[in-house]
């Protein structure tokens, strides 16, 4: 690339990567200016492109973003990974059972390949591996028809291992789902697993349809979660992008402690909130500053500060705020760590204590908004304090809600990630078994619950009796 600077109209500078020898005399011959000047805009263009002065590089790179290979080498470990020395160290248990007894007697030395004599000392040494040749477990069903003399027609008993027509079992469609919807693996993936491994011949489209079933029986818990997450006490609700049929949808998460609820929306607005807050919410809701969270009636609110501290750096490196700037973000920094510091040393004082230095921080934050920044950055923040004044140090006064949105970030991590391997959604059907079934699989697990065997057993109880039995506890 060539690149023309002309300074003035004394001289005209030509640079580019591969200078000749007569470029470079041609520029000392202009005099030391201009042998001082090309010096100086060299050395910016090799720091540009070193990503020194430069935040995005690449196309591929996201906005407000470095990318990877321009970062800087990650710090050391301030200590060593493992236990500390003294800790007692963990182990695989002995298993409870042996399968097999196989001896190993030495023929020869393994070093000289000598003779050896017979010993008397033994030891042991147990191993658990995967048998070669596993495969699937194939049930033969004769179903007996009798005539019901009530209902005048013939009548024959429900079979509670598989689904009606269906030929693969309820553990198959358990686990299947559970690789896709709870652990982001591929459908290809599952395929491969199953065809060469385990020798059960499975399609792609033999298992979506048996996945779609499965979202219709359970869509029940689907709704019980939603029940459960509105009568929580503390509430995380967060966004991001997802795919469906290759145009761009949101995929909205809202956790707390025992559950998580997905939904899958092609708006990012208010509707979706209010689609699932159906009613008013009793708890603390925890958000980032999304607007469209506003429409939520619910009796208190925590902002996420960490995307506010994250909203001053991104400030300070990519908008050239005025001279007014570092003033006002000095002094929201120490608020925020000032409250921060003090919810974590709350067992230090006692309770009039802490309650008065808790007004005296809400004191601060009303001397910070009624301040007249004339910085358009810091205006811009001002009016978003003002309409949550109320609920920027709500965390100071409940023990059971963080200053941060974490959790939320947490919990829509494993759509994430199952966002990576699988691109979304190919049809809206399968994003509506995607935001059912995943959150489904999440809330088994922050429950404590084994997936298999819960959905295996609500199968054969909803087959035989015809109700799904309620969501675990």
Not at 76 to 92: L, S, V
Not at 435 to 462: C, N, W
Request: proline share 6%; aromatic share 8%.
């Amino acid at each position: 690339m060539v690149m023309s600077v002309a300074t003035s109209a004394k001289f005209d500078i030509c640079l580019r990567p591969n200078l000749t020898r007569e470029e470079a005399e041609s520029i000392l011959a202009q005099g030391p200016e201009a042998t001082i000047f090309a010096l100086m805009e060299m050395s910016r263009m090799l720091a540009k492109a070193e990503g020194k002065n430069a935040s995005v590089s690449s196309p591929a790179t996201p906005s407000a973003m470095v990318p990877q290979y321009l970062k800087p080498d990650a710090k050391k470990r301030r200590k060593k990974p493992g236990q500390k020395a003294g800790h007692k160290g963990h182990w695989r248990k002995i298993p409870d059972h042996i399968d097999r007894y196989i001896d190993h007697p030495a023929e020869c030395c393994p070093h000289c390949q000598g003779k050896v004599q017979q010993g008397t000392q033994t030891r042991k040494r147990y191993t658990e591996d995967i048998p070669e040749g596993i495969g699937s477990e194939v049930t033969e069903h004769t179903v007996h028809r009798r005539w019901g003399p009530r209902c005048k027609k013939q009548v024959e008993p429900q079979i509670p291992d598989a689904l009606p027509g269906s030929t693969i079992g309820n553990r198959t469609v358990a686990l299947t789902a559970w690789l896709h919807y709870g652990l982001g693996q591929t459908l290809q993936h599952i395929v491969d697993v199953f065809n060469h491994h385990l020798r059960m011949k499975v399609t792609k489209g033999g298992l979506q349809q048996q996945w779609y079933r499965l979202q219709d029986i359970l869509f029940p818990w689907y709704e019980q979660i939603q029940e459960d997450a509105l009568d929580s006490a503390v509430l995380h609700a967060d966004e991001t992008g997802w795919r469906v049929a290759g145009k761009g949808h949101w995929l909205w998460c809202f956790t707390y402690n025992r559950g998580t609820y997905y939904l899958i929306d092609p708006k990012r607005s208010r509707k979706v909130v209010l689609r699932f807050f159906r009613r008013a919410f009793n708890g603390t809701l925890v958000t980032d500053f999304w607007g469209a969270y506003n429409v939520v009636v619910c009796s208190k609110r925590q902002m996420c500060l960490f995307h506010l501290l994250r909203d001053l750096e991104h400030v300070e490196k990519y908008k050239h705020p005025s001279p007014q700037w570092p003033a006002f973000a000095k002094k929201l920094r120490r608020l925020l760590g000032d409250g921060m510091r003090l919810k974590r040393d709350q067992a230090k004082w006692t309770a009039e204590v802490y309650a008065s230095r808790c007004d005296r921080l809400q004191q601060r934050l009303d001397q910070l908004i009624a301040t007249d920044w004339n910085d358009k950055q810091a205006a811009r923040l001002l009016k978003r304090f003002r309409r949550h004044r109320d609920h920027l140090l709500t965390f100071l006064y409940d023990p059971a809600v963080p200053s941060d949105n974490n959790q939320g970030e947490r919990g829509i991590l494993p759509a994430v990630i199952i966002r990576k391997n699988t691109y979304g959604n190919r049809s809206h059907r399968g994003a509506n078994t995607q935001a059912v079934l995943m959150s489904i699989y999440r809330t088994l697990k922050q429950r404590g619950h084994d997936p298999l065997t819960t959905i295996t057993k609500a199968l054969s109880e909803f087959l035989t009796t015809g109700k799904l039995p309620p969501l675990p506890p």
